[in-house]
């Protein structure tokens, strides 16, 4: 199990001086993803965390496993512009318009990663019993080699990430607020990822991962 970031118990203040706008690339096989460290401060993450909690159209999904129906194990709220609805494990989202908050964010990650997202999943995850399973961001309507931006606001989460043949070792990193990690090339269709159930986090985060979907005709 490798560590490519450890979860820094330094001050705010501390933090906000380390490693502050730097770029890492991931060294893994058949996958192209950046974490691009402290794009916002701590402190401004956290901000900006507690507004879109307050701020968005949170809901809870419903989703069928083994012939049983569970709650989804954290909130979801789906913004993009008109016509970007979205599918995913027999769950269809029809998008929320934009807020100023989300609109600012977009534009700074917009310029982070070189692409022109035209919508965001946002997830509320609101302690550390909330979570997401194994999965991969490779719907048909994202396209055979998307790009996707995660950004993350609020408490430090573990993000894993495995090859689905399973031909590597899982991959942790700690995500801290204001980091944005972002995956591109043939990383979904190669890769999956999950944030694990961690009973230690006491605190929220929110997670959006902005991607460019095709329009609905």
Known sequence: MQYLLVNSRSSHSQEELFNFGSVETLDLPGAEIELHQQIWSRSQGDTLCGLLIKELNWRQDKISMFGQTHDVPRLNAWYGDADCSYSWSGITMTPNPWNSTLRDIREKVNGVASEQFNSVLANFYRDGNDK??????????????????????????????????RSEKATDIFLRSGDVLVMRGLTQLLWEHEVPRSKKVKEPRVNLTFRKVALTK
């Open 132 to 165: 997401v399973d194994w999965h991969a961001d490779d719907e048909e309507v994202l396209g055979q080699a998307p790009v996707i931006a995660s950004v993350s606001l609020g408490a430090t989460r573990k993000f894993r990430i495995r090859r689905k043949d």
